[in-house]
C-alpha cells in the first residue's frame, strides 16, 4: 500500500488563486518528486528535489525538500485551466519509488 | 518516438484468460520498471529490472504476475489466469539509471470480466 501521506485529496480553486499541497512519510527519502497525471496518461515529471532542504521551481511551481527528508509540497502560483489533473508526490531510495495517493485539482475558470 | 510506450492502451479479458502488456523503454535506458495503479490510488511498484538483469520482483502480487526483459530493452508484463482484481492501469517507466529520474509511459488499462 501507500507509504506516504499526500493532503488535500482534492482541491477546488478559482483560476488565478494559488494552491499548496504536500507530502509526508515515516521513512527518510533521498529524492523527492512531483509528478502530474492527466486521465488517460502516465504521471509526468514536474519536479525532482535531491537535497534536503532544497527548494525547486520550474514556472509557476515550487517545490520543498523537507529538512527532515520524509517531507515535501509543491506549490503552484496563478493556477490556469491546465492546471488541473491529479498531482502525485513520490519518494525515490534507489530503485525503490514509493507515490502518494494524490491530489486532484479542479480549476474554475 | 523519444518517450516511453506501452501497448496495447487497452486491454478486456475473461477471467481466467491469460494477457501479455509491452513496454518499449527510451533509448538506452537501462533501467525499467513495472508499476500497477488500482483508481483513484498512486502507482505502486511490481518489479524493476537493470538491462536484462530482474533485480527486484518484490511487488508482485502473485506468481500468476510475470515479467521479462530478455535483450535488456523492451519488457513484457505477463499475467495469466486474470482475476478481476487485476484490473488496474499498468504503468511502464524507464530511466537512465539507479536514482535517476523515471519517465513514464501512457499506461496500458486492463479490464478483467
Known amino acids: 500500500g501507500q507509504q506516504l501521506n499526500q493532503s488535500p485529496q482534492s482541491m477546488f480553486i478559482q483560476e488565478g488563486e494559488d494552491v499548496s499541497m504536500n507530502c509526508t512519510s515515516s521513512s527518510i527519502f533521498n529524492t523527492w518528486l512531483w509528478y502530474k497525471q492527466d486521465p488517460g496518461e502516465g504521471p509526468v515529471l514536474l519536479i525532482a528535489l535531491y537535497k534536503a532542504g532544497e527548494l525547486t521551481s520550474n514556472g509557476r511551481l515550487t517545490a520543498q525538500f523537507g529538512i527532515t527528508r520524509k517531507d515535501s509540497f509543491l506549490n503552484i502560483s496563478a493556477s490556469i485551466p491546465s492546471d488541473v489533473g491529479i498531482y502525485f508526490c513520490?519518494?525515490?531510495?534507489?530503485?525503490?519509488?514509493?507515490f502518494g495517493a494524490g491530489t486532484r485539482l479542479t480549476v474554475k475558470p | 518516438g523519444a518517450g516511453v510506450s506501452q501497448s496495447p492502451r487497452y486491454k478486456v479479458a475473461k477471467r481466467g484468460q491469460d494477457v501479455a502488456l509491452r513496454c518499449d523503454p527510451i533509448?538506452?535506458?537501462?533501467?525499467l520498471f513495472w508499476y500497477q495503479q488500482a483508481l483513484g490510488q498512486g502507482p505502486e511498484f511490481l518489479t524493476y529490472f537493470q538491462n536484462e538483469a530482474q533485480l527486484d520482483k518484490s511487488g508482485l502480487p502473485s506468481d500468476r504476475f510475470f515479467a521479462e526483459r530478455p535483450e535488456g530493452s523492451v519488457s513484457t508484463l505477463k499475467i495469466q489466469r486474470t482475476q478481476q482484481e487485476d484490473s488496474a492501469v499498468y504503468l511502464c517507466?524507464?530511466?537512465?539509471?539507479?536514482?535517476?529520474?523515471?519517465?513514464f509511459g501512457p499506461g496500458t488499462r486492463l479490464l478483467v470480466l
Open positions: 513520490a519518494g525515490l531510495n534507489n530503485n525503490d519509488m514509493r
Open positions: 517507466a524507464s530511466s537512465s539509471g539507479l536514482v535517476k529520474t523515471q519517465y
Open positions: 533509448s538506452g535506458h537501462v533501467s
